[in-house]
């Protein structure tokens, strides 16, 4: 139980386009869902938070308006990266917390590598 | 606010080898505390987790991990690697509501044969 999984897992787009990332909880309700960041070789950057069905809660530093947040049912949130540019080329994991095993445990989708060109 | 540290950013052990992980942690809450394992190219997946109950937790693949509470700690231990072991390991702590989730830098451990 508690699979969180993530489309596309791999995606390059020219700079300048928008590219959306699913995030989808197969087999629990995710009450809260989270998106990180994650740099080559470095830890994960907590990007936001989303409860369904409320506006995402952003961390100082990331343009709400960059990473539009859609979290409108308790099994997906989107993350859409507008204008990409390629410094926003990076490795994006969502992971989410919900009905399904014990409080407070975050679990995690397999990820998407995005490169913008 | 919570904070982890972890000061091994790079852990070589030789297969077959005992290896500890080190993790401490900082909050003025009380916390919760988990382990995950990162391979190359893919999300996370959580190797074990300290809720309450038992301080020495037991997790996925032989891993076990010990709280400790008066040095602020949560060491990984697994006293015999293999070389799919070889992976990035990050610490995280959140409030006891399971919110305010901060992670540690990440150690990797490279398993030698």
Known sequence: ?117 | AQSVTQLDSQVPVFEEAPVELRCNYSSSVSVYLFWYVQYPNQGLQLLLKYLSGSTLVKGINGFEAEFNKSQTSFHLRKPSVHISDTAEYFCAVSDNYGQNFVFGPGTRLSVLP
């Open chain 1, 1 to 117: 139980g508690a699979v969180v999984s993530q489309h596309p897992s791999r995606v390059i787009c020219k700079s300048g386009t928008s590219v959306k990332i699913e995030c989808r909880s197969l087999d629990f309700q995710a009450t809260t869902m989270f998106w990180y960041r994650q740099f080559p070789k470095k830890s994960l950057m907590l990007m936001a938070t989303s409860n369904e069905g409320s506006k995402a809660t952003y961390e100082q530093g990331v343009e709400k308006d960059k990473f539009l947040i859609n979290h409108a049912s308790l099994t997906l949130s989107t993350l859409t990266v507008t204008s990409a540019h390629p410094e926003d080329s990076s490795f994006y994991i969502c992971s989410a917390t919900g009905t399904s095993g014990e409080v407070g445990t975050q679990y995690f989708g397999p990820g998407t590598r995005l490169l913008v060109l």
